[in-house]
């Protein structure tokens, strides 16, 4: 049976979630000024892999957007919100974490994403408490279509898999040793402030975290002609380490046409130790009436790293990925294949090749 969609008013809800049996995709209750929300998604898949030695297969949680459940609450004063924003991930078998030595992650594991207190204001907007920090997300900008399958955090879909050495053996390093997209500074305990929207289409953000985690951002959102553009850049301080990451994508409304790139340094600050980096460029192409039931998405892309295991390491993955909408059940449908190469200078390894299927159903 479908799941269905319901808007509830504050004079139904309790009947509406305590009938038997009932599921709701969608729950808002809604009273004056008051507004409450609930939903999550559920995006699970299958992993098969080969490692040069041996094939194996996995049934995982799709790291690059887990499942998660998420409740909203604010209060609207006209021209301001004040509101708490409560989110829980479940993942079975992560895959970023499974690997040919631990095929089989029986339990869940409950992340706390976010839970904060915010303020949307005329003169910005104001959070406390764990959530994004100002520079999460900055390196993955992608207007293709196709990010639950590929996108610059190339590692996430088998960052896990340990990869072989030339005599067949395991080595000591997995695919995450050598595949970071460097992401800014993710879900911490901070205080983050955005500014509100100015030089058409500019928005700066800075947070202040938890274990001298700190950062300041800048994202822009516009549309030049048929093309829509996104972009983003930041500067973050992880304890230590200083961080440069960013992204820009560009959508061509009328072929569906894009393009993205992404790239991030680190700053060690460690004696003889070089800075990691890398390059990720991604070719899109997008149909919305390929098929009847919703967009189709397709992307090619490249990443391109180094120094980020060792001193002279490399790292280059590519992949193709396709992903279709089916819009009456809020579901995308995707599929694809990535391989990794890695090596350093005194070790090769074999190639790790991935397929991946999967879906992805938001409630």
Do not use: C
């Not at 280059?316 to 990535?338: H, L, M, N, W």
């Amino acid at each position: 049976m479908l799941i269905r969609r319901i808007l509830l008013s504050s004079s139904v809800a309790a009947a509406a979630l305590s009938a038997p049996y009932a599921q709701a995709q969608v729950v808002t209750i809604k009273e004056g000024g008051f507004t409450f929300t609930f939903g999550g998604q559920i995006n699970r898949g299958i992993i098969f892999t080969d490692d040069g030695v041996e094939s194996n297969d996995f049934f995982v949680d799709n790291d690059n957007s887990s499942t998660r459940l998420t409740a909203r609450a604010a209060y609207n004063f006209g021209d301001y919100v004040v509101g708490a924003l409560i989110e829980y991930e479940f993942e079975f078998s992560s895959s970023n974490s499974i690997s040919q030595l631990n095929s089989d992650i029986g339990t869940s594991v409950s992340n706390e994403r976010k839970f904060e207190l915010f303020t949307r204001t005329p003169f910005g907007n104001f959070a406390y408490g764990q959530g994004d920090a100002a520079s999460n997300g900055i390196a993955e900008i992608d207007l293709s279509g196709t990010f639950i399958g590929n996108n610059s955090a190339v590692g996430l879909i088998s960052g896990g898999q340990i990869f072989r050495t030339a005599d067949g053996g395991f080595s000591s390093n997995t695919v995450g040793d050598f595949f970071s997209n460097f992401d800014g500074i993710t879900r911490i305990e901070r205080f983050r402030y955005d500014t509100p929207k100015f030089g058409g289409g500019f928005t700066a953000s800075v947070s202040f975290g938890e274990d001298n985690q700190n950062d300041i951002a800048l994202r822009y959102s516009g549309k030049f002609g048929d093309i829509r553009v996104r972009s983003g850049i930041t500067y973050a301080e992880l304890d230590d380490t200083d961080r440069i990451a960013g992204s820009v994508s560009a959508f061509h409304d009328p072929t569906g046409i894009n393009f993205t790139f992404a790239s991030g340094q680190d700053d060690l600050n460690v004696a003889g130790r070089d800075d990691p980096g890398y390059y990720y460029f991604k070719l899109g192409y997008q149909k919305k009436d390929l098929l009847p039931w919703g967009s189709t998405s397709f992307a090619v892309d490249y990443y391109d790293g180094s120094d980020q295991a060792v001193n002279g390491s490399t790292s280059e993955s590519y992949s193709i990925f396709a992903v279709q909408k089916i819009d009456k059940i809020d579901t995308e449908v995707y599929a694809g294949f990535r391989t990794f190469d890695a090596a350093t200078p005194t070790e090769s390894f074999r190639d790790i090749d991935t397929i991946f299927i999967g879906a992805r159903y938001k409630f």
